[in-house]
C-alpha cells in the first residue's frame, strides 16, 4: 500500500492476479484507453520524449481554421503518418479488451486514441466512444459531409494545398479533435453514462493530463465504481486508484486475450 492509499503492484504478475480478481467480480467493466496502448501497434505516443509533439508543435484549432499555411502543414503531416496508421495492427491490448467485450464484460470502451484499432480489434463501432474522434477519414468543418483519406489525398497532390469540401468548398479536416476544438458533445454524454453505471474502470496507457477526458475516472470512482491505472508512469490519480499497474501494457493484458 502506497502512502496515498493505493495499491500498487509490487510485480506484474501479482498486479496481473490482482486485475484478474478484479474483472471476474465485475459485471460492467469500462476500459478507458490512450496512446500507451497502441504503442505495441507501432503508433508513437505525443508527450514522451522521441514523441510526436517533441518533434512538431501541435497545431491548435483556431489555427488551422484561420491560417491556409497551417492547413497544408496539418495534412502534410498526416500522410507522413499514413503508413504507419495503416500497417498498426491491433496489439494484446487491443485484443485483450474485445475479448472482454464478446464476453459480455465490457459495454464499450472510452478512448483518447484517434487510431481505430479498437474496431479493428473487434469491437462495434458504435461500442468505442471516440473523445478525440478518429484519423482515419475526414470531414468538412462547413457541412459535415464525411470523406475517405484517399480523396483527400487526391486533392493535396492536385492542387498541394489542404482538401476543401466538394459540396460548400469549406475546409476539410481529419475527424479528429484539436487543441481549441469543441469536444463532441454525444461522445462526452456517452463516456460520461458509461463511467457512472459501471462496476470497475480500466485507465490503460493514459497520462491523464487532457482535461475534460481526465476526469472520467474520478466520475466513476465517485459513481462507486473501483478504479484501476495501467500505466508506465505514475498518474495525478494514482492515489484516487483502487490498483495501480506500472508494467508494460501487452504484458498485463495478454493474459486476457483468451483464444
Wanted: with cysteine; charged share 20%.
Amino acid at each position: 500500500m502506497d502512502q496515498g492509499g493505493q495499491m500498487i503492484a509490487k510485480d506484474l504478475q501479482s498486479g496481473v492476479e490482482q486485475l484478474g480478481e478484479m474483472i471476474a467480480t465485475s459485471s460492467a467493466i469500462v476500459p478507458f484507453t490512450g496512446a500507451g496502448i497502441s504503442t505495441e501497434s507501432g503508433i508513437p505516443d505525443f508527450r514522451s520524449p522521441g514523441g510526436l509533439w517533441t518533434r512538431n508543435r501541435p497545431i491548435p484549432f483556431d489555427e488551422f481554421v484561420a491560417s491556409q499555411e497551417a492547413r497544408d502543414e496539418s495534412w502534410r503531416r498526416r500522410f507522413n503518418m499514413e503508413a504507419t496508421f495503416a500497417a498498426a495492427r491491433p496489439g494484446r491490448g487491443h485484443r485483450a479488451l474485445a475479448a472482454l467485450y464478446k464476453a459480455g464484460k465490457v459495454p464499450g470502451v472510452i478512448t483518447q486514441n484517434i487510431d481505430n484499432l479498437h474496431q479493428a480489434s473487434g469491437i462495434a463501432g458504435d461500442d468505442v466512444i471516440e473523445l478525440h474522434g478518429n484519423t482515419t477519414y475526414a470531414r468538412c468543418l462547413g457541412c459535415d459531409t464525411r470523406y475517405d483519406l484517399v480523396w483527400a489525398k487526391a486533392q493535396f497532390d492536385t492542387t498541394g494545398r489542404a482538401p476543401v469540401c466538394d459540396a460548400c468548398a469549406q475546409p476539410v479536416k481529419t475527424a479528429t479533435i484539436s487543441f481549441g476544438q469543441s469536444m463532441p458533445e454525444d461522445e462526452m454524454r456517452r463516456a460520461t453514462e458509461l463511467a457512472q453505471a459501471c462496476d470497475l474502470f480500466v485507465v490503460i496507457g493514459s497520462s491523464l493530463v487532457v482535461w475534460p477526458a481526465a476526469g472520467m475516472p474520478l466520475l466513476a470512482k465517485n459513481a462507486g465504481a473501483r478504479l484501476v491505472i495501467v500505466n508506465r508512469e505514475p498518474t495525478e490519480q494514482d492515489d484516487d486508484a483502487d490498483l495501480v499497474i506500472r508494467h508494460d501494457i501487452g504484458d498485463t493484458l495478454g493474459p486476457f486475450v483468451g483464444n
